[in-house]
């Protein structure tokens, strides 16, 4: 038999063959990866010197899932359904084999690596391993047995659990659950594999019986399954609106966990193709993909990143809090800088705050928060303490002469070499850099809150922010595990700005009659977390108006800042922190704030404006085509010029529903010819604002799309 494939290694031991995968970097199962192991179990089927079989993987990985760019591009589920059945055949070949297949599972072991692991007779799992099938986060339900063998292995509710919620369990609730037969230290992971042949050596166990297209004891009942199913039906409608692969794994089970499981396999192929061909799961690769992609710039590739070890954080309020929740996690060395000791003291309070929810949960002790504090954490009130630090990060007062004043001090004291980094949401950092002797070494890392917990990181550069700079930043954003979005200086940055427009239409149409119900719930039904009147009232309308005004200075009079909007800020009803804004908080639930209602109705008589009626897909339009537009104006205007990592900004650091993939892709979706003809309807009658950029109208004429690959 051979013994060296390209991605697999086999050894012999005692009648025994061992399989060790390694298709790096985590062994995906590819094309070729996936032939090279057919080959490999028939030839050792047909070896009579091989009684059993061993597989494991390399490293840290049995196998972490089947690589998804072989499925992004597939259009018609003619071309997908034959290579369904080609991996369900030979997953079929593996389990109803002549001989015993025993899975030791070193490391991490997901989506179509478990389902090669369920096919085998017997799972040892080492500890420290993760198993789970996670396909529904890309819009996919398990495509290779999963839906049909795990509710073999581990009964209905916690398969049913497993593979909606797409997460991961560790090897000791893998062994609670009967989904792996022994938990071993990952040393003694082969040995134990091997005393498992033993077993089907000597007739201790029947490699047969252990099939799974022949246990049938974990299945519920008719009624029981009813039950539940319709119980999953009613949370999953709940949880799941606008995603389809949920709804699609409840109709697996539902038809499927019959006693012909390859009857079975067949119903969960067909499901699976509609998946995939879906435009969600379309969108939710690509997000995938483009995360992975994230940060990294032609500008920066070959750059090596200098090494952050020692980091200052200049305020410790929201913002500063929960960035160093993020850097003491990280391991790194921080220091803490205050105005005064009392200013200290509350930010510590504040930093031992943000780690308040992980302890509840207990996923962190309170002694490894001591530890951190004590170990790793320095207080401060004099900038001169800063000297030894590679990163300083700003997150004093919104205001430009404070903070230059501090970084022209710092500039005094620190090396040459350390990034001076803003996390300033609004302030131009081109201005802020220039009173440095080198503003290259400024750079805005934009984080939103709460810090600890938002994924995204915005990394700003100014007009002469060095590549290296850039480069040191997007490691560092690696590190603290952020998704690095790379824009360019200007107001608002992108995300502040994107998000901006997209709610700003609100206002124009409340002025124009339109209900402030329909408006929030058309946003809602969206996939929205929350409607423009929500949004507006937690972020404060004060600032909003304040954010508005720099736009209509600094950007023109697309800009202006709506009357509607002058109106409602003069009522000094700001939204949450003042009890109202288009909301009153003062009850159990939100309601309209009637100050605010009372404006915009007297608003609408002094101009003659009627009730307008307006449908929800109608409001949804209005909405989009001015965020389309002023994304369009960004790229025009130099924010950024990268689609993916626009909608990823928006996905990350706004709610903006994922299984739509983004403004942009909705976009393409939508057809830029008739966004471009919207805007031209909406410009006619609401004038300026909703001017189509140049980009959009070039686009349209030439049949573009935002997303050229």
């Known amino acids: 038999m051979k013994t060296d494939y390209q991605t697999i290694k086999v050894q012999f031991r005692d009648g025994l063959a061992i399989f060790t995968m390694n298709n790096p970097p985590v062994n995906q199962l590819s094309e070729n990866f996936v032939r090279e192991l057919a080959q490999a179990f028939e030839e050792a089927f047909r070896s009579d010197e091989i009684k059993a079989i061993i597989l494991t993987g390399t490293g840290n990985n049995f196998i972490a899932g089947a690589d998804i760019i072989q499925i992004k591009d597939v259009k018609t589920k003619a071309e997908l359904l034959p290579k369904i059945k ?5 997953l079929n070949s593996i389990e109803t084999g002549p001989k015993p297949v025993i899975a030791a599972i070193n490391g991490t072991c997901l989506g179509g690596g478990l389902e090669l692991a369920m096919v085998c007779h017997y799972r040892i799992a080492a500890i420290g391993s993760n198993l789970g099938l996670p396909e529904v986060q890309l819009g996919l339900i398990p495509g290779a047995g999963g839906t049909q063998r795990l509710p073999r292995l581990i009964g209905l509710p916690n398969a049913l659990e497993m593979i909606t919620s797409g997460k991961a369990i560790n090897a000791k609730t893998a062994f609670s659950r009967g989904l792996v037969d022994e938990v071993v230290k990952p040393e003694k992971l082969l040995d134990a594999a091997t005393r498992a042949a033993g077993k089907f050596f000597n007739g201790q166990l029947d490699f047969k019986l252990r099939m799974t297209c022949n246990i049938q004891n974990r299945l519920p009942s008719a009624t029981e399954k009813d039950n539940l199913i319709n119980f999953t039906k009613v949370m999953t409608a709940a949880k799941a609106k606008g995603y389809l692969a949920p709804f699609k794994i409840i109709e697996a089970v539902e038809k499927g966990l019959g006693f012909d499981l390859h009857a079975d396999l067949q119903i969960e192929s067909d499901l699976f193709a509609d998946c995939v061909i879906s435009d969600i799961a379309k969108n939710l690769i690509g997000m995938f993909l483009n995360t992975r992609a994230a940060g990294r710039l032609p500008r920066i590739k070959g750059l090596k990143p200098a090494k952050i070890k020692k980091v200052a954080m200049l305020g410790g309020g929201v913002m500063g809090s929960g960035i160093i929740n993020l850097l003491l996690k990280a391991g790194y060395t921080t220091t803490l800088w205050e105005i005064n000791d009392e200013a200290l003291e509350k930010s510590v309070a504040a930093i031992r705050k943000t780690f308040a929810y992980p302890i509840k949960k207990k996923k962190m002790k309170q002694a490894a928060l001591e530890s951190m504090i004590e170990n790793q954490l320095k207080t401060t009130t004099s900038l001169d303490d800063l000297k030894e630090v590679d990163l300083i990060i700003e997150a004093v007062l919104e205001n430009m002469k404070i903070k230059q004043d501090i970084w022209k001090k710092l500039e005094g004291i620190c090396r040459s070499d350390v990034i001076f980094a803003t996390n300033t949401s609004a302030l131009p950092i081109t ?3 220039s ?38 930043s997007v490691a560092f954003a690696r590190t603290i595990k952020k998704i690095p979005i790379i824009v360019n200086d200007g107001p608002g940055f992108y995300v502040s700005r994107q998000l901006g427009s997209l709610m700003a239409g609100a206002v124009v149409l409340l002025a124009d009659g339109v209900d402030s119900a329909v408006i929030e719930k058309a946003m809602l039904d969206f996939g929205m977390p929350m409607g423009p009147g929500i949004l507006a009232d937690l972020t404060g309308i004060d600032i909003n108006y304040h954010v508005n005004k720099t736009f209509e200075k600094k950007l023109g009079e697309r800009y202006k800042v709506h009357p509607l909007t ?17 909301f009153d908080y003062s009850g159990a639930k939100p309601v309209p704030n009637s100050i605010v209602m009372g404006v915009i109705k007297k608003y609408q008589q002094d101009n003659g404006i009627k009730e307008k009626k307006m449908s929800k897909q109608e409001v949804i339009d209005f909405m989009l085509a001015n965020a389309i537009n002023d994304a369009a104006y960004m790229i025009e205007g130099g924010i950024c010029d990268r689609p993916q990592d626009m909608d990823l900004a928006m996905i990350y650091g706004t709610g903006f529903p994922p299984y739509r993939g983004g403004i942009l892709r909705y976009a393409d979706k939508w057809g830029i010819k008739n966004i471009y003809a919207k805007l031209i309807e909406f410009e006619k009658k609401y004038g300026v604002l909703l001017k189509p950029a140049d980009l959009i109208k070039n686009m349209a004429e030439a049949e573009k799309t935002f997303y050229q690959n």
């Open 431 to 433: 201005e802020m850099a």
């Open 435 to 472: 009173i440095l002797a080198d503003p290259g070494r400024m750079i805005g890392l934009h984080f939103f809150n709460p810090a600890e917990r938002m994924q995204l990181l915005e990394i700003i550069c100014a007009e002469k922010t060095t590549d290296q700079t850039l480069a040191t």
């Open 86 to 90: 080609e991996n369900n055949l030979f």
């Open 566 to 582: 002058e109106l409602i800020y003069q009522t000094g009803c700001y939204g949450r922190k003042t009890g109202s804004g288009y």
